[in-house]
């Protein structure tokens, strides 16, 4: 079965320092998968996808994620952390069709990123 | 374009009760998922409809179901409502395209508190 882990419940960082999320998956086949950020009160915003190709994923808000196969992680970071930054961010995988689970989601536990001034 | 679009944002309703939450998404999309995010068990797949088809279930209690129209809006009703049912239910709208899309939006929530 496919699944993701996020081993930290929280990471805290200072503002202007790099930040890293972690994320490791297991799947079988080839992984889509992603990183969402949630704000209080709010649904999951997008950042970036992993489908296929380069192993380092530009998304938005100036985030990355590096895909890994061999150490089966897709780590999001950023070079330069604001106070804004601070939210919960959830990686995910899909359960796609190859495996019969067609369009499904699904996630980790969730990290709450804390960027302090 | 507009986004995808849950309502209402906010419902408290009683035990045993029943709700109805709607969803509607991008125009165009024709998938259609339902997640259950609470603090214990994070997020959650309930269903995904696809053209009015329900195509994949989650583990969940057949007190939740859910429909798709022909517009492809959705809504998913929960009834005999428990305490445990208090969540965020989110929507998420995908093309469903084939190609590399597999770009999944997500609506802002419905909050549900069951008392």
């Not at chain 1, 489908?51 to 780590?75: C, M, P, R, W």
């Not at chain 1, 689970?101 to 969730?110: D, E, H, R, S, T």
Request: hydrophobic share 30%; proline share 4%; glycine share 10%.
């Amino acid at each position: 079965a496919q699944s993701v882990a996020q081993p930290e419940d929280q990471v805290n960082v200072a503002e202007g320092n790099p930040l890293t999320v972690k994320c490791t998956y297991s799947v079988s086949g080839n992984p889509y998968l992603f990183w969402y950020v949630q704000y209080p009160n709010r649904g999951l915003q997008f950042l970036l996808k992993y489908i296929t190709g380069d192993n380092l994923v530009k998304g938005s808000y100036g985030f990355e994620a590096e895909f890994n196969k061999s150490q089966t992680s897709f780590h999001l970071k950023k070079p330069s952390a604001l106070v804004s930054d601070s939210a919960l961010y959830f990686c995910a995988v899909r359960d796609g069709l190859f495996s019969g689970g067609y369009n499904k989601l699904i996630f980790g536990a969730g990290t709450r990123l804390a960027v302090h001034p | 374009k507009a986004g995808v679009t849950q309502t209402p944002r906010y419902l408290i309703k009683t035990r045993g009760q029943q709700v109805t939450l709607s969803c509607s998404p991008i125009s165009g999309h024709r998938s259609v998922s339902w997640y259950q995010q609470t603090p214990g068990q994070g997020l959650q797949f309930l269903f995904e409809y696809f053209s009015e088809t329900q195509r994949n279930k989650g583990n969940f209690p057949g007190r939740f179901s859910g429909r798709q129209f022909s517009n492809s809006r959705s809504e998913m009703n929960v009834s005999t409502l428990e305490l445990g049912d208090s969540a965020l239910y989110l929507c998420a709208s995908s093309s469903q395209l084939t190609g590399t899309n597999y770009g999944y939006t997500f609506g802002s929530g419905t909050r549900l508190t069951v008392v």
